[in-house]
């Protein structure tokens, strides 16, 4: 049990068994894929949800030694709320495969604002934040207009341009969820200034977008969608981003990649998303990996 009352040994929540198209999800674990060639890094993971059969949790230690045996040997695990992000900063110093990444998601924003509630939250990122060297995240915070009406937009601006300050004045990494609100994000990280390092989770936009945010400094970071069939938009934007501004990741338990879209996602998934950029990039396995290994360094303020 950690200082702040967080209990690495359980999750923090489970993910739905029922699937955004409303119907019952496979819910069993996919197998462990052939390894890696060279080590890579998950740049966006959630430890800390469960989903598995009956709701069945994958340990962290049980997901960290699933990733190391495929080539998968450093994670940043994210956290999107309050317990979530505390869960990440006890993880992080629990594990050395991780570092930590602490923000309010923005769908969590508008009902922390309509409670009275955001700014003490927000104080509690920072605090949080600034705990540990292993903090090296802001994250993930940014907007997302699939889940949030009109009514809630203000609020995530607030949350959002909060975070961005926050990253800037800690000399922390910002991860940015970006959900049909493309225009907005760049708008607001122009208006409050991009800082030094800055990573877009879950890349969903088209090349244009993808050239607008490698424009501002950013590293680009695919997860599964890259591998599903109708994500072609977002495999010519994988094309057009430069080698070293591509990153990998899983959003574990979301979005699994094919061939097991719809289960239980985990870092020792990312072999099959490894394998998929590489063919769309036209580059080997091998050098991928060196790229997004150097990238990562890069991206997250150095090894660890």
């Known amino acids: 049990m950690g200082a702040d009352g967080v209990e ?10 029922v699937g955004e198209d409303g119907r019952s999800r496979d819910r069993s ?32 230690a049980e997901a960290i030694r699933l990733a190391a045996a495929v080539g998968v040997t450093r994670i940043v695990q994210v956290g999107c709320d309050l317990p979530g992000a505390q869960w990440a900063v006890e993880a992080a110093a629990q594990y050395p495969n991780l570092i930590a990444g602490v923000a309010l998601h923005p769908n969590e924003a508008p009902t922390l604002k309509e409670t009275g509630e955001l700014d003490h939250a927000l104080a509690e990122i920072e605090r949080l934040a600034s705990s540990s060297d292993k903090v090296r995240v802001i994250g993930e915070t940014g907007l997302d ?22 990253a800037k004045r800690l000399d922390k990494t910002l991860m940015i969820h970006d959900r049909d609100a493309h225009d907005d994000v760049l708008r607001i990280l122009d208006r409050e200034g991009v800082p030094d390092r ?20 950013a590293y680009l970071s695919f997860a599964g969608v890259v591998t599903f069939k109708n994500a072609q938009s977002l495999r010519d934007a994988l094309a057009v981003t430069p080698l070293d501004r591509i990153l990998v990741e899983t959003d574990a338990p979301y979005l699994t990649p094919s ?46």
């Not at 690495?8 to 068994?17: C, D, F, L």
């Not at 207009?145 to 926050?166: V, W």
């Not at 800055?198 to 400094?217: I, K, P, Q």
């Open 198 to 217: 800055l990573v877009m989770h879950c890349f969903s936009g088209d090349t244009e977008f993808a050239r607008e945010c490698v424009n501002r400094g």
């Open 145 to 166: 207009y699939f889940r949030t009406g009109a009514d809630g937009k203000a609020a995530q601006h607030e949350s959002f341009a909060a975070h961005i300050q926050l």
């Open 29 to 60: 674990r996919p197998a462990v894929p052939d390894p890696l060639p060279i080590s890579v890094v998950d740049a966006h993971c959630h430890l800390d949800i469960a989903d598995g059969e009956d709701g069945a949790w994958l340990s962290p």
């Open 8 to 17: 690495v040994g359980r999750p923090t929540r489970e993910r739905a068994a």
């Open 259 to 304: 061939p097991h879209r719809g289960k239980p996602n985990a870092s020792y998934l990312i072999p099959h998303t490894v394998r998929k950029m590489a063919d769309v990039l036209n580059i080997s396995v091998p050098e991928l990996c060196t790229a997004l290994n150097n990238n990562a360094n890069h991206a997250f303020g150095g090894p660890w």
